[in-house]
């Protein structure tokens, strides 16, 4: 018997035999994985339990809708449901908690490799150096150097404002969502260098890197699926790149700029002396007793994660509000009058604390955020000894995930989730809706620029509705639709005919 099988062997082609022994591979990986595994005990589709592959697809392939797939999931399967052979899904609002604010659980290097900053605050994902990094730059963001460093804020949304000035009747709509990248990215590349990039004042507001931007994060979302094009993408020479798309062409070329300021910085740190404020260059060179000046490669990838974390995220949400307050004539009307009233001379400066003393305006921030739902995509945390979430034991080593759209959407907290209503957040007690709106995670590693963030969004939402008329244009509830990859892709822009701006005064005087 066993030399007539080795015989019937021989005959085969090679090629054939390797086939059926990768099949036998693949069918003893699949059994196990649906039978054997740690997991095989929660409900789930049973391809998504067999294989990453489902999620690719649903991901990848289907333009990023797994996160609508995974509320049709949750309707079929229950609050916690296997999404990939080692990953659960929740969707219980008390696991959001569990999940993001527990220590023990890092975030999933597989999953962060894609952005390629491994020794960057956001990309870390060894517990004790990411701690270390952020106690290094948490001081930089905190509410007290935000308020210390107000004017750099405030100057640039000045700014902002006389370009929206000069596009008063346009011939053609203003592409006002490009215009928050644009601040947004001024607002990042000052507050944390002390260096004007002149973003705003570029035609149409397109700046290269401002034009790019949106599709790094499809472009880190692709690497998760294909980890081996990795090499291959970041080997690519700039001209290459710009014969096969253009726009993404920018993003290298303004890593490099970084990375050339950081050499600078490091080789003379004297330099530092010069600049107009303290940036991050200042924490990482001259780092506090007991902690150790980062890498070179480090810094250079902090510099470029800050940038891509607080420009688009910040720009999105903008967007996303004005979107929103714009489509709703009584809520603008109401937030103008709030605004006039508080703010009779749009020519005198305004300081932060006071707007976020206006309770309007700060629902119709928090309402905005919780239709941007900052980053989409499930984060993914590994569970690092058994677990109970959410009323479940959770095996060693599961990667658990959970979206903020889950909360956002949920409709015991947000009743008619769907409809734009500030005035949810103005009951006798809002903290106990504002704990649901998570845009910015929670825990250990939730958004290291979350002070900075909300100053950028009370400053840009409450001068831009205080001082400028303006109407939305070419612009359907179609364009903000969108694809989750890591930030929500939208399918088109935000555009509005800018009608009559006043308060500029102070501005062109400086
Ligand atoms: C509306 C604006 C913003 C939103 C919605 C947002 C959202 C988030 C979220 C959800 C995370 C957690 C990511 C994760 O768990 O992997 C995060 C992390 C981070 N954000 Fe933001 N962000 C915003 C603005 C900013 C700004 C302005 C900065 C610039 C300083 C910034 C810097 C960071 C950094 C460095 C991290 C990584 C923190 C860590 O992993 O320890 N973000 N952000």
């Known amino acids: 018997m066993g030399a007539m099988t080795l015989s019937s062997l021989e005959a085969q082609p090679p090629v054939l035999i390797v086939l059926q022994a990768v099949l036998v591979v693949v069918a003893g990986l699949v059994f196990s994985r649906l039978y054997l595994h740690p997991l095989a005990s929660f409900p789930g589709p049973k391809l998504a339990a067999a294989t990453g ?63 390629l900053a491994d020794e960057a605050s956001f990309g870390c994902t060894d517990i004790k150096k990411a701690k270390t990094r952020r106690d290094l730059l948490g001081p930089f963001f905190s509410r007290k150097s935000v308020l210390k460093l107000e004017s750099v804020i405030q100057e640039a949304v000045g700014r902002f404002i006389v370009s929206l000035s000069q596009r008063i009747d346009a011939p053609q709509p203003v592409n006002i969502h490009r215009a928050f990248l644009s601040i947004t990215l001024e607002v990042i590349t000052t507050y944390c260098f002390a260096q004007r990039y002149n973003a705003i004042e570029y035609p149409d507001y397109g700046y290269p890197f401002v034009k790019a931007v949106q599709g790094a994060s499809y472009g880190g979302c692709l690497l ?73 490669k480090s810094m250079k990838e902090e510099a470029a994660i800050l940038i891509g974390a607080g420009t688009e995220t910040t720009g999105n949400a903008c967007a996303v509000i004005a979107y929103h307050i714009l489509t709703n004539e009584d809520v603008h009307r109401r937030l103008k009058k709030d605004l006039v009233e508080a703010w009779p001379d749009p020519d005198a400066p305004m300081p932060l604390e006071k707007l976020e003393k206006l309770p309007y305006l700060a629902a119709c921030i928090y309402e905005g955020l919780r239709f941007a739902h900052g980053v989409v995509t499930p984060l993914p945390r590994i569970v690092t000894q058994p677990t109970e979430i959410a009323g479940v034991l959770i095996p060693k080593n599961t990667l658990v995930t959970m979206s903020s759209t889950f909360l956002h959407r949920n409709t015991d907290i947000f009743p008619d989730p769907y409809t734009f209503n500030p005035d949810r957040f ?10 649901y709106i998570v845009p910015f995670s929670k825990g250990p590693r939730m958004c290291l620029g979350i002070n900075l963030a909300w ?27 969108w694809g989750a990859f890591l930030l929500p892709y939208y399918k088109g822009f935000v555009k509005a005919n800018i009608q009559k701006v006043e308060g500029i005064q102070q501005f062109m005087e400086g």
Do not use: C
Request: no cysteine; net charge negative.
């Open 426 to 435: 103005l009951g006798k007690n809002p903290s106990e809706l504002t704990n």
């Open 53 to 115: 592959w489902y999620a690719t697809y649903y991901d990848i392939f289907m333009g990023g809708i797994m996160l609508e797939h995974l509320e049709a999931l949750h309707k079929q399967y229950g609050p916690v449901i296997r999404i990939a052979p080692n990953t659960l899904h929740f969707s219980d609002v008390k696991a959001y908690d569990s999940i993001y604010t527990d220590r023990r659980f890092p975030k999933d290097p597989a999953f962060y490799a894609a952005f």
């Open 455 to 481: 100053a950028e969004l009370y400053l840009i939402i409450g001068n831009l509705f205080r001082k400028v008329d303006l109407e939305l244009v070419d612009t359907t509830a179609k364009d903000m639709e």
């Open 224 to 296: 998760q699926h294909f980890p081996f094009l990795t090499p291959l993408v970041m080997g690519l020479p700039t001209w290459l790149l710009k014969m096969i798309h253009e726009e993404s062409a920018a993003l290298p070329e303004f890593r490099d700029r970084l990375d050339a300021e950081v050499d600078k910085t490091i080789k003379d740190p004297t330099a530092l002396e010069q600049t107009e404020h303290e940036t991050i260059y200042h924490h990482m060179l001259n780092p506090r007793a007991g902690y150790e000046q980062p890498s070179a």
